[in-house]
């Protein structure tokens, strides 16, 4: 599972944060198809509820079995992440803000997809560290209740999740619960319905399931444009507190 999030924990996080959103309008207008980084190979573009688009790929210079993202909104790409086969979240970027974050290699509990595959549960403890300097301990667990779906033709399994993620001091940062989607075929996690709470009390609910599955050749496949659910996203964004609006725009790490 583990969405990754950039928290910003103090005020000169925040103002950090501000600035970049202040300068996103001089950013260029995104091409309305995706062209992966050279020696990369597009594999999969996913629609999402959420209003989000999802171009999954790989690259010939990463280790074996690692997969990568870039996710894009009605703004153009915001996000990337790049995973390994085991689904741990290696390296994120936030394209907004600028933040980054990596996973440390020593964990109590490194997140394991084929043990999640094999037993039904995972459970996960590790810690990143964030391009500002910003340790972040992530402790929970992904399990499979046997509840299997099909989306746009393809198989899926149903995932129920929990995550906590503390500050280097030890504070609860944000609490996340809900369920998402794996697919055993492409190795990965996708997204699904989810409550956030985080450290004001502040509350956020989310849906960023896959509605439509694009592969070579196919409709949609690069497609940038996000097309679901982008005026409810537009409404919702209005309504949530600008701290948890930050924690929830920018968290795929896994999916």
Not at 143 to 149: A, F, R, S, T, Y
Not at 209 to 235: A, I, R
């Amino acid at each position: 599972m583990h969405k990754a999030y950039s928290v910003p924990t103090d005020r000169p996080r925040l103002a950090v944060v501000a600035a970049a959103l202040l300068t996103l309008s001089a950013l260029p207008v995104h091409a309305a198809t995706f062209t992966p980084p050279e020696g990369c190979k597009l594999e999969i573009t996913v629609q999402n509820r959420g209003c989000t688009v999802s171009q999954y790929y790989r690259c010939d210079s990463d280790a074996a079995g690692d997969q990568r993202v870039t996710i894009f909104t009605t703004d153009g790409p915001v996000y990337q992440s790049r995973i390994d086969k085991e689904t741990r979240w290696m390296e994120s970027a936030n394209l907004v803000n600028g933040l980054t974050d990596v996973l440390e290699p020593e964990a109590k509990d490194h997140a394991s997809f084929s043990t999640l595959e094999k037993t039904g549960r995972d459970d996960f403890d590790f810690w990143t560290l964030s391009n500002d300097g910003q340790r972040l301990h992530h402790v929970g667990h992904d399990e499979l209740p046997g509840e299997k779906v099909t989306i746009d033709g393809v198989p899926l399994e149903v995932t129920r999740f929990e995550l906590t993620t503390y500050s280097e001091a030890g504070d609860v940062l944000i609490q996340r619960k809900g369920q998402q989607f794996i697919s055993r075929a492409h190795g990965r996690f996708y997204g699904g319905i989810e409550t956030s709470t985080d450290w004001t009390g502040a509350v956020q609910e989310s849906n960023d399931s896959p509605v439509t599955f694009s592969f070579p050749g196919q409709t949609g496949f690069g497609v940038t444009k996000p097309e679901y659910d982008c005026d409810l996203q537009m409404v919702g964004a209005q309504g949530a507190s600008p701290i948890l609006r930050q924690l929830m725009s920018f968290k795929e790490a896994r999916i």
